[in-house]
């Protein structure tokens, strides 16, 4: 079985200042990572993704996440937020590579403010 | 457009009443699921269907019920709802790719009273 930890369950952030959402997972097999956004009244929708190859994977809006196997983390990161980046983000695993097993984080909820 | 439609967006209802929850997708997908949010749970798959006529338990399937009778069609069940069914539902689909990414329906926000 796998497990996804979000320590923080809200991030305040004003405009144009870096963010970092963290994600660790614990699983004992390997695995796929997914960053999931959901906007107010909205479903969730796909960030980004890693399967293999490089560590760090570019997704839409200009966030990036760092693989790192040694210390079983994810984190999402965005250099310089917007108002609009205002969500609520999910980290996801996958042991499998297909979403029968995905699990999700509880969440991490990103208000930015001017 | 590909799109995931739940339906309704909201529904009150009473316990012990049964009702369903639709979702249809138009992506000829294989794969299919349902979630409830909860605050502070994040997720929680509660069924999940690789195919017609195949579902299975997700972590939290006590109290519904899933049918897959047709591809595109994966109604959720409630056949006797409680106060602690009360919560947001999402319906999902994806291919069966490895690492594809699921498609969202818009939430169905059921209260119980």
């Known amino acids: 079985a796998q497990s996804v930890t979000q320590l923080d369950s809200q991030v305040p952030v004003f405009e144009e200042a870096p963010v970092e959402l963290r994600c660790n997972y614990s699983?004992?097999?390997?695995?796929?990572l997914f960053w999931y956004v959901q906007y107010p009244n909205q479903g969730l929708q796909l960030l980004l993704k890693?399967?293999?190859?490089?560590?760090l994977v570019k997704g839409i809006n200009g966030f990036e996440a760092e693989f790192n196997k040694s210390q079983t983390s994810f984190h999402l990161r965005k250099p310089s937020v917007h108002i609009s980046d205002t969500a609520e983000y999910f980290c996801?695993?996958?042991?499998?590579?297909?979403?029968?097993?995905?699990?999700f984080g509880t969440g991490t909820r990103l208000q930015v403010t001017l | 457009e590909a799109q995931v439609t739940q339906n309704p967006r909201y529904l009150i209802t009473v316990t012990g009443k049964k009702l369903t929850v639709t979702c249809s997708q138009n992506?000829?997908?294989?794969?299919m699921s349902w979630y409830r949010q909860d605050p502070g749970l994040g997720l929680r798959q509660i069924y999940y269907?690789?195919?017609?006529?195949?579902?299975d338990k997700g972590d939290v399937p006590e109290g519904y019920k899933v049918s897959r009778k047709e591809k595109r069609n994966f109604p959720l069940i409630l056949e006797s709802p409680s106060p602690n069914q009360t919560s947001l539902y999402f319906c999902?689909?994806?291919?069966?790719?490895?690492?594809?990414?699921?498609?969202f329906g818009s939430g169905t926000q059921l209260s119980v009273l």
């Open positions: 999902a689909s994806s291919g069966l790719g490895l690492g594809e990414k699921l498609f």
């Open positions: 699983s004992s097999v390997s695995v796929y």
């Open positions: 890693y399967l293999s190859g490089s560590t």
């Open positions: 996801a695993v996958s042991p499998t590579g297909t979403a029968s097993k995905l699990t």
């Open positions: 992506m000829n997908h294989e794969y």
């Open positions: 269907s690789m195919n017609v006529e195949v579902t």
